[in-house]
């Protein structure tokens, strides 16, 4: 079946890079995403890869795909309060996303 | 364009009553998905709609539930006879897949603000 999982939470320090990991089942999934949810806002779409790639770097975000262990990661590099949110990986199985449950990032000052 | 709008924004009702939510896509997106998320949770999937046609509803979606899209634009999803486990945030996201792309082709969901549903 396909199940895609993340860590509920992660801290780090204001300045500090977050690395957000996230593994999937599905071999056959084409694309994967990062969406950030801020609270009471609706789901927002950081960076996409698709998987033939195994990076792409947009700005402050890195995402790196393992296609072998089915393991994509998001890294945030000099993480701000304003990127205090709920980050969601998902996977695109033939015409649906399968999500993820999210992972908290906290950002201590 | 203003992005992908849903409306109401909040919902209150009693158990038992019908509610009616509203999604507006973004103009010329030619699908449109209907997502559930309770709190702690990744949005689940409702059903989708290419053009005015449904193409998938999920088992999750019991008979209660209905989604139309009549004209290819708007849609409407209708919960009859509301029970407090539909307590939940309705989210409502279009795309635009290109004609004779397969189901692997790059397909990026634009999401709106969702309607938050509480039965009392």
């Known amino acids: 079946g396909e199940d895609v999982e993340q860590s509920l939470f992660l801290s780090v320090r204001e300045g500090d890079s977050s690395v957000i990991n996230c593994t999937y089942t599905d071999s056959s999934s084409t694309y994967l995403y990062w969406y950030k949810q801020e609270p009471g806002a609706g789901l927002q779409l950081l960076t996409y890869?698709?998987?033939n790639m195994d990076m792409k770097q947009d700005q402050r975000l890195t995402v790196l795909l393992n296609k072998k262990d089915k393991h994509l990661s998001l890294r945030i590099a000099d993480t701000q309060t304003g990127d205090s949110a709920i980050y969601f990986c998902a996977e695109k199985s033939n015409y649906q996303l399968i999500w993820g449950a999210g992972t908290k990032l906290i950002i201590k000052p | 364009d203003t992005g992908v709008s849903q409306n109401p924004r909040h919902k209150i009702t009693k158990r038992g009553q019908n509610v009616t939510f509203r999604c507006d896509p973004i103009?010329?997106?030619?699908?449109l998905y209907w997502y559930r998320q309770t709190l702690g949770q990744g949005p689940e999937f409702l059903t989708y709609f290419q053009n005015e046609a449904q193409l998938e509803k999920s088992r999750l979606l019991s008979d209660r539930f209905s989604a139309e899209r009549p004209k290819g634009s708007f849609s409407t999803l209708e919960i009859q006879r509301t029970e407090q486990g539909d307590s939940a945030m309705y989210l409502c996201?279009?795309?635009?897949?290109?004609?004779?792309?397969?189901?692997?082709?790059?397909?990026?969901?634009?999401f709106g603000p969702g309607t938050r549903l509480l039965v009392l």
């Open positions: 103009s010329e997106h030619n699908r």
């Open positions: 890869i698709f998987s």
């Open positions: 996201a279009s795309s635009l897949l290109h004609p004779g792309t397969s189901g692997g082709a790059r397909e990026t969901q634009y």
